[in-house]
């Protein structure tokens, strides 16, 4: 895998109350890339989390309270500047994600400053259903109208991020509700950054409880239409301004 030997790489795992994931999912990440460097931050669990992510060999920075996958992702991104990573790549902790994707993701970045994991692009046979489905559809078509090519999977937490989003996200990722998804390609898009998607596979979760339900998911319908206008009127800044911080 010569694209991650050539990178500093840190792969950042956001988990909440994940004690019956975490632990897997990080000997899975070290199996498969023995070379990178794992933070899980801690979103303000109540259980064992941060005691299994670092029983199974991870960094782990613990949050006092709850941000969200935005709070913990920006943690994540300026633990990278902090430490002289070259490469973010989000995962998440339930197991969905599978690190043997991570070289495709890296390989992206170099015609790319962010790749994203897309479950609709020719792999895997992961459908999404009612509401979610068509949230999906439209943001997808209104970010790719952005990014001036084809994104079918803006929702993905399966990401990667060069230098460039690295310094980016650092200063300014977003912690909204959507915003470790929808508002940081907005971000990304409007300043300057180059996102395309590779297609991978996800897993079902490993453990625990899956937190979709019939009304969180029409509640998602009506709050990602929110977060996606409210990533557009934004005043956001350039990657030369996230330079300058």
Not at 174 to 199: C, F, M, N, W
Request: proline share 5%.
């Amino acid at each position: 895998m010569p694209e991650v030997a050539t990178r500093r790489i840190l792969i950042v795992l956001p988990a909440l109350n994940e004690e019956h994931n975490v632990g897997a999912v990080v000997r899975n990440v070290k199996e498969n890339l023995p070379d990178v460097g794992i933070l899980v931050v801690d979103d303000g669990s109540s259980d064992e989390t941060s005691r299994r992510a670092r029983e199974a060999g991870a960094n782990v920075a613990r949050l006092a309270v709850n941000l969200g996958v935005g709070g913990a992702m920006r943690t994540g991104f300026r633990y990278a500047v902090a430490n002289g990573y070259d490469v973010v790549i989000q995962v998440d902790a339930d197991g969905q994600h599978d690190p043997s994707h991570v070289p495709e993701l890296v390989a992206g970045l170099d015609s790319a400053d962010l790749v994203i994991g897309a479950r609709f692009a020719g792999k895997g046979d992961y459908r999404a259903t009612g509401p979610r489905r068509w949230a999906m559809w439209v943001l997808a078509f209104v970010i790719s109208r952005l990014a001036r090519t084809k994104l079918t999977d803006v929702t993905s937490g399966f990401k990667a991020a060069g230098p460039r989003a690295v310094k980016m996200f650092a200063q300014y990722y977003p912690a909204e509700y959507l915003g470790d998804t929808v508002e940081s390609l907005v971000l990304a898009i409007r300043g300057g950054l180059v996102v395309k998607q590779v297609p991978v596979e996800m897993r079902e979760r490993s453990g625990g409880q899956p937190s979709q339900t019939p009304i969180r998911a029409a509640v998602y319908l009506v709050r990602a239409g929110l977060a996606l206008l409210l990533a557009l009127v934004r005043r956001r800044p350039s990657v030369e301004s996230a330079d300058a911080a």
